[in-house]
């Protein structure tokens, strides 16, 4: 693990005297996260307020690189093995899945916590992954509130021990078409068009602004969750890390590539407890980083 990211954690996951041996955790994963599109990274048209405090609160690290396409990212993030170790080295890998034994949901749920599966998910039957619910992944998590309330009711009949929950609704994932109250705030954002860009100017400042809505999106869905949490009581006991599974970019060389754009992720690690320091590193890190 790099040095910025051990120092991250140990001001992050600090437990203050208060708080219970084994916080709950929450790890949320991006779905084609264009770094580009976030407030606390710089962008002033960005409507991320919820991310932008999380990263003010927390631990940033501004540097973190992914898989450049989902599966192997999360493959990464379950195992903390690179792909060439963990052998899952595209989307479409015939016919494997991993072997669940080590596997953080595997080794939490072992430790002691109830696990979850929201949203996205790759590897096999849930139950065999290390997941005491659902009983299947729903691809609809998270758009438009689609799942919430049986994640809800699973953190309430497991309020008596620690949880852990794999937060991955498919946002900001194309297609861009988000509901037409986060559209509207991007309807007039000046969005500047690259130098080198070929085409039509007036399609890429479309493009940009629908991924703007899909990523303000994103941040309305994740606050609401941790509304429930906090009206539950128990958003103090809940540590968080944020990250995207990979990079994109509109009409750029991104997810898929070696480039930049495509393997580019922010990492927030946050703490609901009061007390906490905030951290800001451009050290670089990567996704095998984050599950150690």
């Known amino acids: 693990m790099s040095l910025a990211l051990f120092?991250?954690?140990?001001?992050?996951?600090?437990?203050?005297?208060?708080?219970?041996?084994?916080?709950?955790?929450?790890?949320?994963?991006?779905?084609?996260?264009?770094p580009r599109h976030l407030g606390f990274l710089g962008n002033t048209a960005a409507?991320?307020?919820?991310?932008?405090?999380?990263?003010?609160?927390?631990?940033?690290?501004?540097?973190?690189?992914?898989?450049?396409?989902?599966?192997?990212?999360?493959?990464?993030?379950l195992t903390g093995r690179w792909p060439h170790e963990h052998g899952v080295l595209s989307n479409l890998h015939p016919k494997?899945?991993?072997?669940?034994q080590g596997t953080l949901p595997v080794l939490l749920q072992q430790a002691g916590y109830a696990t979850y599966c929201a949203g996205k998910w790759w590897e096999g039957e849930l139950a065999a992954s290390g997941f005491d619910a659902p009983a299947e992944p729903d691809p609809r998590f998270g758009r438009e509130g689609e799942g919430t309330a049986d994640l809800a009711r699973f953190l309430a009949e497991h309020a008596a021990q620690p949880w852990f929950v794999w937060w991955a609704p498919s946002l900001p994932h194309t297609p861009h078409r988000a509901p037409a109250r986060f559209v509207k705030d991007f309807a007039e954002?000046?969005?500047?068009?690259?130098?080198?860009?070929?085409?039509?100017?007036?399609?890429?400042?479309?493009?940009?602004?629908a991924s703007l809505a899909m990523h303000a999106w994103l941040d309305a869905e994740l606050k609401h969750f941790l509304n429930s949490l906090a009206e539950s009581g128990e958003l103090a006991d809940t540590r968080l890390v944020?990250?995207?599974?990979?990079?994109?970019?509109?009409?750029?060389?991104?997810?898929?590539?070696?480039r930049e754009q495509g393997l580019r992720s922010p990492v927030i690690l946050w703490s609901g407890a009061a007390g906490t320091t905030p951290v800001v590193s451009d050290e670089l890190v990567d996704l095998v980083d984050v599950t150690a």
């Open 7 to 34: 120092a991250a954690l140990a001001l992050v996951l600090q437990e203050p005297a208060q708080a219970p041996p084994r916080p709950n955790l929450v790890l949320v994963l991006a779905d084609d996260l264009d």
């Open 47 to 77: 409507r991320t307020p919820h991310l932008d405090q999380l990263a003010r609160e927390g631990a940033l690290l501004r540097t973190a690189w992914a898989q450049p396409v989902c599966r192997p990212a999360l493959a990464t993030l």
């Open 96 to 100: 494997r899945t991993l072997d669940p």
């Open 189 to 209: 954002a000046v969005i500047e068009v690259p130098a080198d860009f070929e085409g039509s100017s007036e399609g890429y400042i479309a493009a940009e602004r």
């Open 242 to 258: 944020f990250v995207g599974d990979n990079g994109w970019a509109t009409a750029l060389n991104s997810k898929g590539t070696p």
